[in-house]
């Protein structure tokens, strides 16, 4: 599962509407009996997911040798051998068009080489007295520098201006964060309370604007470097990747550095007065440019790698319904290595990986029995997960199979363990999502569990409340947010989340079978029912 930056992702959903969706712990009815007979295609279907060759692929998939499945390296090559050639064993069709199951994804790995900053001889501290995004710069591999232009905040309007009448082209220029406003807080930009779009948080705005007028560098007075070096800790410390090849493309924003209230004093120096002067007048909506002398000295050198990876398609043509898709998805990258120590991640997500291995297999047999569900049904396992979301967004945008054709998506992403929350009552799933656009999607989810599996429902973090936000933090996110009813079913997390301690030792294998089974119910009736699931909720 993507650990989201949950300070930024909380502040953003803390302005969204109110609706209020299920809370729940929803147990089944016990006193009626389980529907268990092997004559009913459905049951045996559901019954050929063993624990065993669950337990078979995860060994195989959780394996050192796989390096932990990183994306973009070589284990995660070997993890898509191994389901390609499991999906060609069992007879499952390539991706329409195409002999393979490989849906190529390019991503851009971007990291600083060199990265120094000087003022007056004074070397400073990375990320702790300035930082910079490499995605968001190109090489500077020497800057110097004996003047400084402090010019306000950066902006570019009509109705106020920090560039009027002032000559920024090849210059350095330092600038606040925000906009002018009035003593009764509003904005001379916006005319209200409401900050104007100069105020964006990234400062986009501001940054295309210095670069259309020619400035060389922009640094930015940030007075908490540590809040924004922990709000985008994956992008500056992690292996950070981007989707698509981006060495193909310009970066449209001028080259820029976060500095801190420390450093602009320095480069300030002996103008300080004339500074409070500017921003007095800034304050009454008057831009205000300042001159200051000051030796910076800057390197920025950057290592820009493309990488290879790839998304992975089987697909199961319908019978009557062909043209209407269900997508059944695991994300099957995880953290590769650190060192000599390898991130297994055997419940993230080598369980939810192996699981749509065997729903796959189960539906193929049904083919084989000439029971081909109605309608298709495709098995998709994404890279990139764990970069953000990369590889099932990539399918979003550049769909096998056209998404007003997705009828539903049913995500698997950790299945094989038990939270603490049920140490003693393990026939349990976390649901989240399946109420959020289709009521349908829910019931069907609640009727076959009530018929087939009698597990306890939990729809906790399906809340809107929910701190940890995991409705937005895998692979069903970029089916939900472009319409598609999904449904993420979780086993919780432990302390061995995205540890090193993820091993196989650690998964319970009949609890992941029944979960395992329960989906793939859902599954057939989706397929199967009458009418194409109603889409009657929200996208948000």
Partial sequence: MYKFNIVVIVLFFSVMANAQYISSINKPDTSKAIVNDPTIPAVRYANSIKASELRNHLTILASDSLEGRETGQPGIELAADYISKFLRNIGMKTMPGTASYLQPVAFTYSKWATLEVMTNNEKYRHLWDYLAFPDRNNSLPSLSETEVLFLGYGIDDAKYSDYKNVDVKGKVIMINRGEPINKDSISYISGQKIPSSWSDADLVQKLKTAKEKGVKLVLIIENDIKKLLEENRRKLLGNYLELGNKTLTSIEEVNHIYISSTIAKTIIGTNEKDIIKARKKMAKGKASAVKLNANLSVKLVKETTVLEGNNIVGFVEGK??????????????????????????????????????????????????????????????????????????????????????????????????????????????????????????????????????????????NSEKDPNNYYYRSDHYNFAKNGVPAIFFFNGTHADYHRTTDDVEKIDFDVMASRGKHIFHVIWEIANRANRIVVDGEIK
Wanted: a negative charge; glycine letters at 8%; proline letters at 3%.
């Fill in 320 to 461: 009557t319904k062909k043209d209407e898709i269900i997508i059944v998805s695991a994300h099957y990258d995880h953290l590769g290595k650190r060192g000599d120590e390898v991130f297994n991640g055997a419940d993230d997500n080598g369980s939810g990986t192996s699981t749509v291995m065997e729903l796959a297999q189960a539906v193929m047999q049904t083919t084989i029995e000439g029971n081909t569900p109605d309608r298709s049904i495709a098995f998709v396992w994404f890279c990139g997960e764990e970069k953000g979301l990369l590889g099932s967004l990539y399918y979003s945008q550049n769909p096998i199979f056209p998404l007003d054709k997705t009828v539903a998506n049913v995500n698997i992403d950790m299945v094989g363990r038990i939270d603490d929350s049920y140490k003693n009552n393990p026939n349990y799933v976390y649901v989240i999502g399946s109420d959020r656009l289709s009521s349908d999607l829910h019931r069907i989810n609640e009727e076959v569990n009530q018929r087939y599996s009698q597990l306890t429902l939990d729809y906790t973090y």
